[in-house]
Each structure stands twice: as structure tokens, then as C-alpha cells.
């Protein structure tokens, strides 16, 4: 309260007989009658006197110098019947000093002076309280309507008039990273890795902004540690609605009702997601976050298996969760969106991509609409696995090579390349129509396969593939 606001309330009809500093901060409103009061005075008071020291003998210039030199506010003087005047000699000391000095009318109580500062200071101290009990409020109103840490950091945003932000583990961000940002470690179960990323330090807030930050830091904790515990037990209803539609041995409506249990719109669509990275376990929790209300994921085995709504298309989802997923090399497979009934297609689908591109050496993705040919999924084989394979069907035709110096693999893959056609292979290796036959003879010798068969061509087709591989 200042001097200034003091002399302007109107139930105390204050009468200024001098202006001095009225923008002073009063520290006390103080009654004193006595000889030299400075000793008992310690700066920034309001000091109110009836004139009872004049009986010491103490002059009013005396009185006035010994408040100044205790570097009082103001001095009041009130009038007391039969005194219906205040001693000019006690004005002109205050007026000579530049003391701001007031008279109190007859009919109003020192005490009421009193009361009117103490109602004003105390409305002072409660103010803190008050607004921080405010935003307490506001951040359990918010949060009854929605629940969640981004409820909280708007709340929180609001009351700073700046953006603020949560980061956890694996980058994942809540909110809106303010630029630059200065992070604050949460406290609480689990959250070593969790951070409130302020506008500012701490320390450089001021008094309301501070403290909105102190308030707001528990439930964002809690909300931290709500959602964790949620999604530890969606974490366990999804993994056995993976395990469902791998086998195929649950009907359709129990998977559309753990799907709708989920969060998830059984109509889609969606799609599957595997992703292949060395740290599956992290990386579940990171693509549960960055999929959010859009997803499940869930660790199966050594991979990272989810079940995605697409909004946008399926190139985009795989890019997002690539990008999303930042640490290590990752290999993302997304299948054909679809409903539920379809889920097990995509799967499998998203499986054979992640096994393609994961022979990759950098991060990639591959979507379902990128498996254009059943041949690609030899990309997706172990490499000694194929070539042991291969050469155990071509291994007698590749010696035979080897040691007579005849041409049975390049004619056998001319031949197969021209779809059986005889007179068209022979064109193409320049040879005699007989000539083919009698190669294509002696490769079904060797390896007991006929060329008359689809499926032993399918075979040398894709055995002689994985050896140009």
C-alpha cells in the first residue's frame, strides 16, 4: 500500500496539508506520543499523533525532525476536542522537511486507519496464496474435462504466456518446445529420463511464474505416471491381440472388441506395423508414444509390433515412425490398412517389408505396395541360408560347368527367362533347337527336377535368382 492510496480512501476523509512522497510503500501505520519516537521507529511508517508529547515539552520541530531522521512515510495529526485546529508550527516543520503530513477529522478513529491498512496488506500477502490456489484450480478443472500431461502444459502455458513442453526418453515431446528451451528434471516414480523444458531458467522467472511452474510440476508427474501405468496394461491386452490374429485362431469379433477395447476403430483403417531396431524394449514405448491415441504397440520377440490408425497414407505412417524412432537403426514395415478381419494380411505383409529392408545396413522402411514381387522376399532371407540352398538344387549343374566348361546354368536361365519357349531360347543363346533340349535334359538329370513342372521351375527360377543375388 502507498501513502498515495492511503490519503485517497474515502471513509477516512484524510485532509493533506503537505505532499510529499505519496508514492512511498507504507511499512506500518504506527500511533507514538512520546519524546524523541525515532528509536522506536524503523523507516516506511505512518506515524498518527494527537500532540500528547507537546506536554514533555518536546516543540513540534523537534517532533517532525526526530520522525525524518527515522525516515518515517508520512506523519498524521489528529484533532482532539476541544482542539479543532493542527498547530501550524507542527505543518510548517512537515512542509520545511518535505514530510507528507495529513490531518484525521475528529469523528474518525486512529484505529480506523489501522484496520484500513491492515484489510489492505492483508489482501497483500493473501494475494499469492489466492492466485496459486487459482491455478491449482485450473489445472483440476482442465484436467476433469480431459485428462493428460497435454492438458496440464496448456494450463501451465497459459499462465506463463509462454510455451513449455515435456520430453522424455527417446525425445518424444508433449506440448510445444519453446525456442530456446531450458530443461527442469520432474521428480517422481520412473521419471529420471522426464523433463518440463522451460522458456527460461527457473531461477529467472518471476515471483507468479515460479510458483505456476512449482504447482503445475506434480500433476504433470502424475499424469507422466498414469499414463505409464495405462499403458502397461494396454501393453498386455495388446500383445495377446497380436498373438490373436498371428494364429488366426480367435474369431473376428473377439478381435474387433479388444480392438474397440484398445482405443481402436475395428472398421479402420489400419494397418500393422513391425519394426525391426536393436532395442526393442525402448523402442515399444517410443512408438506407443509417438502413436498415441492412433495405435498399440507392443514387443514381440525381437521386434516391435503395432497396429495403426492411417489418416494420411501408409508412406507417411512409415516415415513418421522412422523419423519418430531416432536412436539406432530401425527397419519399418507397414502392411496393407484395412478392418479387423484383414489385420492378419497386413501383418504378415508388414513383417515380410521389415524382413526386406532390414537388409539394408542403413534405416529405411518399406510399405506393403513396395513387395511388388514375390522374388522380393528373397531380399528378406538369411544370405548363407539362400546361397547353402540354392546350391544344394544347382550344385551337380554348377559342377557339371565347372569341369566339362558347358553352358547348362546360362542356358537353363536363358530358357526360363523366355517361359519355357524353346525356339525363343534357342534364338536368344544362338544355338540349335536340339541343342537346348539336350542341355535342358541333362540340368533335369543333375537335379531331378522337370522343366514340365511349375512348381521345380518356380524352384531353379528362384534358386538360380539367389545366386545372382
Known amino acids: 500500500m502507498l501513502v498515495e492510496d492511503l490519503l485517497n480512501r474515502p471513509e477516512l476523509a484524510l485532509q493533506v496539508r503537505v505532499r510529499g512522497r505519496v508514492d512511498r510503500p507504507i511499512r506500518w501505520v504506527h500511533t507514538i506520543e512520546i519524546k524523541a519516537p525515532g528509536r522506536f521507529l524503523r523507516g516506511g511508517e505512518v506515524v498518527l499523533t494527537a500532540g500528547v508529547w507537546r506536554t514533555a515539552g518536546t516543540t513540534p ?17 489528529g484533532l482532539v476536542p476541544p482542539e479543532t485546529q493542527v498547530p501550524e508550527a507542527f505543518v510548517d516543520a512537515a512542509r520545511e522537511h518535505g514530510l507528507t503530513c495529513f490531518v484525521v477529522p475528529v469523528e474518525v478513529a486512529f484505529l480506523q486507519i489501522v484496520e484500513a491498512f491492515v484489510n489492505t496488506k ?28 497435454e492438458t496440464v502444459l496448456d494450463t501451465l502455458a497459459k499462465q506463463l504466456g509462454e510455451a513449455v513442453a515435456v520430453r522424455v526418453a527417446g525425445g518424444v515431446v508433449a506440448g510445444t518446445a519453446p525456442q530456446p528451451n531450458h530443461p527442469l528434471p520432474l521428480v517422481g516414480e520412473g521419471l529420471a529420463e522426464a523433463e ?6 527457473l531461477a529467472d522467472l518471476d515471483v507468479e511464474q515460479h510458483a505456476a511452474v512449482v504447482q503445475a510440476m506434480p500433476f504433470i508427474a502424475l499424469e507422466i505416471e498414469r499414463t505409464r501405468a495405462v499403458r502397461a496394461t494396454e501393453l498386455r491386452y495388446a500383445w495377446e491381440l497380436f498373438e490373436w490374429v498371428h494364429s488366426g485362431t480367435v474369431g473376428i469379433d473377439t478381435v474387433r472388441t479388444r480392438l474397440h477395447a484398445l482405443g481402436l476403430q475395428p472398421d479402420g483403417p489400419l494397418a500393422a506395423v513391425v519394426v525391426r531396431t536393436s532395442s526393442p524394449g525402448a523402442d515399444s514405448a517410443r512408438l506407443g508414444d ?15 509390433v503395432a497396429f495403426a490408425q492411417v489418416r494420411d497414407t501408409v508412406a507417411e505412417l512409415a516415415r513418421r515412425i522412422t523419423d519418430g524412432l531416432a536412436s539406432g537403426v530401425v527397419h519399418v514395415g507397414v502392411g496393407k490398412p484395412g478392418t479387423a478381419s484383414e489385420l492378419r494380411v497386413s501383418l504378415l505383409q508388414a513383417s515380410h517389408a521389415a524382413e526386406a529392408v532390414s537388409s539394408r545396413a542403413e534405416r529405411g522402411w518399406m510399405t506393403h505396395e513396395q513387395l511388388c514381387s514375390p522374388a522380393l522376399l528373397l531380399s528378406a532371407q538369411d544370405p548363407e541360408l539362400l546361397a547353402a540352398t540354392s546350391r544344394a538344387l544347382l550344385g551337380p549343374v554348377l559342377d557339371h560347368d565347372e569341369r566339362r566348361g558347358s553352358d547348362l546354368v546360362p542356358s537353363l536361365a536363358v530358357f526360363l527367362d523366355a517361359g519355357g519357349r524353346w525356339q525363343e531360347a534357342a534364338q536368344r543363346l544362338h544355338v540349335h533347337i536340339n541343342t537346348l533340349r539336350h542341355r535342358m535334359n541333362r540340368v533335369e538329370e543333375l537335379t531331378g527336377r522337370s522343366l514340365s513342372s511349375t512348381a521345380d521351375r518356380v524352384d531353379l527360377f528362384l534358386a538360380l535368382r539367389a545366386l545372382q543375388a
Open 61 to 77: 520541530e523537534a517532533f517532525i525532525a526526530d520522525l525524518v531522521a527515522a525516515d518515517v512515510a508520512a506523519v498524521g495529526y
Open 122 to 149: 492483508r489482501a497483500e500477502w493473501e494475494r499469492p496464496l489466492r492466485r496459486h490456489l487459482a491455478q491449482h484450480d485450473a489445472i483440476v478443472a482442465a484436467l476433469r474435462l480431459r485428462r493428460g500431461v
Open 196 to 201: 518440463l523444458l522451460l522458456p527460461g531458467p
Open 290 to 304: 509417438l502413436l498415441g491415441t492412433d495405435g498399440v504397440a507392443a514387443q514381440r520377440g525381437g521386434e516391435v
